[in-house]
């Protein structure tokens, strides 16, 4: 019996879940998911309470997402409802 494929939305999530902040080009080298933007947006859209900051260097700049670790502890205490 095959296993059931892991969505880019839930690599995602359990990677913000672990205490780890994400970037567009983390996503990338990590797990080839090139819309990250997206998938935050669809984790906020199920009520994951996901932080952001701008980082501006030079003339770039680039989102950092992640959970705070309070949240996080909540979050686990109470379970998933979504799942």
């Known amino acids: 019996m095959r296993k059931p494929k892991i969505t880019q939305t839930q690599v995602i999530k359990i990677h913000l879940l672990s205490g780890k902040s994400i970037t567009t080009w983390e996503a990338i080298q990590l797990y080839r998911i090139t819309c990250l933007a997206t ?9 994951l309470q996901i932080e952001q900051e701008r980082i501006d260097s030079d003339d770039t700049h680039w989102q950092v997402y992640w ?10 205490a109470n379970g998933d409802e979504n799942e």
Do not use: N, P, T
Not at 39 to 47: A, C, D, P, V
Not at 67 to 76: A, E, R, T
């Open 67 to 76: 959970l705070d670790s309070g949240y996080i502890q909540s979050y686990m």
């Open 39 to 47: 998938r935050i947006s669809e984790l906020r859209r199920l009520g």
